[in-house]
């Protein structure tokens, strides 16, 4: 597999799934990120992984241009599963883009006795790309939405509705968001993981 050179401009895109509208910098959650994705160790394992998604990447692009999504959205998988479509959570999130049993069902993604269809790369990336929109779509902002991806609207919901506010960054600087939630692929990928 060739060698994928990852600069240090790239990685911030890691970052910015969590931070789109924060400025590099500006964040000390953001910038902890920056510094985390930009280091010798974490440049070695994004190249690594880079090298491996380029059989989906392309696909991953064109659902998200078909869609008028972000294209930062292809690295999602990158942090939650690092392109692997066979990573198995603790919890049971399967495939690249890291489905639970029960988050399956209104995207047409089946298991059975004979097959799981999460560790489709296909299929999983239609369902992904269409859950992010519904949750972007709900909710109006890409940092909620991804935080919904992870623990699911209603959840994002009741802590909305906890806290008072729906501003992604009171929610994570007043602690009605975990770090791993809001940072951590259920998978448990990432440099130093």
């Known amino acids: 597999m060739p060698r994928v050179e990852w600069p240090r401009e790239k990685a911030h895109h890691l970052t910015t799934l969590f931070a789109i509208k924060a400025k590099k910098g500006k964040n000390s959650l953001v910038q902890k990120q920056i510094?985390?994705?930009t280091s010798n160790f974490a440049?070695?394992?994004?190249n690594?992984?880079?090298?491996?998604s380029l059989k989906y990447r392309a696909y991953v692009q064109k659902i998200l241009k078909e869609n008028n999504l972000p294209q930062e959205l292809q690295y999602l998988p990158v942090i939650e599963s690092s392109y692997k479509i066979s990573a198995l959570s603790k919890s049971g999130a399967y495939g690249m883009w890291q489905f639970m049993k029960n988050s399956i069902s209104p995207f047409n993604i089946r298991i059975n006795s004979w097959?799981?269809?999460r560790k489709d790369p296909w299929l999983s990336t239609n369902a992904a790309v269409k859950k992010l929109k519904e949750n972007y779509d709900y909710?109006?902002?890409w940092e909620l939405a991804l935080a919904a991806y992870n623990c699911g609207l209603g959840a994002i919901n009741r802590t909305i509705k906890k806290a008072g506010k729906s501003d992604f960054w009171y929610l994570k600087i007043k602690y009605f968001?975990?770090?791993k939630l809001t940072f951590g692929g259920r998978y448990g990928f990432g440099p130093g993981k």
Do not use: A, R
């Open 177 to 179: 968001l975990s770090y």
């Open 48 to 52: 690594s992984v880079m090298s491996e």
């Open 35 to 37: 510094e985390q994705y």
């Open 115 to 117: 097959m799981d269809e």
């Open 139 to 141: 909710l109006g902002s």
């Open 43 to 46: 440049k070695d394992w994004l």
